[in-house]
């Protein structure tokens, strides 16, 4: 007579085996597929994340995250699962810091992070302040303010806008640094001008 406990589901001792079986493709998928995107994974997280939280804890809370969510069901698309994942822990550190940095967000009044309210002289200010940049950034030559969005609210870098716009990277950093004197001329000329 032979023992079929492992292969049978019926036997005690074949569950313990199918888990034990399951954790470890888990754990092979995690490493083929997950843990190659670390690079990426942080140069992502360094460009988005300007925030208290160090990069290196991010990225393993991201681990976590994304190991967690495959013990239940392994994503189709490694990659997109773990870039998802990334964005909506930025999103919980944000509102966790209560503070949203400019190039979080491109419309401040569309973010939904609930943060003490400020006063009636405050939310006058600063909407003051960012109609006054998003004049300035306005008058720029199109090419420059497209470049400038593209690069400072979008987050893409001046290869993937060279890509976007179809031109060269030169061009793109030309744009960008063209953009940004531009708007410091007209920021400093309007607060100059504004004082009695």
């Not at 888990?19 to 360094?46: K, N």
């Not at 822990?89 to 209560?98: A, C, N, P, S, T």
């Amino acid at each position: 007579m032979t023992d079929t406990s492992e292969n049978d589901p019926e036997k005690p001792g074949a569950r313990g085996q199918t888990m034990t079986s399951r954790h470890a493709d888990l754990h092979a998928w995690f490493v083929r597929e997950v843990l190659p995107l670390e690079a990426a994974l942080t140069q992502f997280l360094r460009h988005n994340w300007r925030g208290q939280a160090p990069v290196v804890d991010m990225v393993q809370d991201i681990y976590v995250r994304v190991f967690q969510a495959a013990q239940k069901e392994i994503p189709q698309s490694t990659a997109p699962f773990v870039f998802r994942t990334a964005r909506n822990l930025l999103i919980d550190h944000v509102r966790q810091e209560k503070i949203v940095p400019l190039e979080a967000v491109e419309n401040l009044e569309m973010l939904s992070v609930a943060a003490e309210t400020p006063g009636p002289d405050e939310q006058l200010i600063a909407r003051d302040e960012l109609r006054r940049v998003q004049g300035a950034v306005d008058q720029l030559h199109p090419r420059s303010r497209e470049a400038f969005i593209l690069h400072h609210v979008e987050g893409l870098s001046r290869r993937q806008i060279a890509v976007r716009m179809g031109i060269s990277e030169i061009t793109v950093t030309r744009h960008l640094n063209t953009g940004v004197r531009l708007l410091a001329d007209i920021l400093y000329r309007t607060r100059k001008g504004s004082r009695p």
